[in-house]
């Protein structure tokens, strides 16, 4: 069973009833693994390239899932990040001005891991950043 993170989410303009969440888990599975992420925060902007004025997006239930592992295989690592931000924009391509994004789970995936020159390397980065475009395909 995974651990899980509930966030709170502000958009401009608010969204009453939007709730991401965020599983923490180990991978490969490791029943002892205990993640420490107390605030994690996701940042949502939904944004056309170039400016439409029109646009309006409909994604409802964006997911974000972050997983912490080492590489090497660290079994008793424990990561103690306790900021991670993802920023997540909808755009649109300039061959497709119209193009209105309908995804409802666009997923990122987010893994703190070691360099192999550095075996005994434990992450503690609180402002990791992942910026995730959906775009059209000009074709």
């Known amino acids: 069973m995974s651990p899980q993170t509930h966030i709170n989410f502000t958009a401009n303009p608010p969204k009453l009833h939007y709730k991401p969440h965020i599983n923490l888990t180990t991978n490969p599975p490791q029943p002892l693994y205990k993640p420490t992420s107390t605030s994690v925060q996701t940042y949502i ?10 646009y309006k997006p409909t ?4 997911q974000t899932h972050i997983n912490f592992i080492t590489n090497p295989h660290q079994p008793y690592y424990k990561p103690t990040s306790m900021s991670l931000q993802t920023n997540i924009n909808l755009t649109t391509n300039p061959h497709q001005p119209y193009y209105k994004p309908t995804s409802t789970s666009p997923q990122t995936h987010i893994n703190l891991t070691t360099n192999p020159s550095q075996p005994y390397y434990k992450p503690t980065s609180t402002s990791l950043q992942t910026h995730l475009n959906l775009t059209t395909n000009p074709h």
């Open 59 to 62: 994604s409802t239930s964006l």
């Open 45 to 54: 902007n939904l944004t056309t390239n170039p400016p439409q004025c029109h």
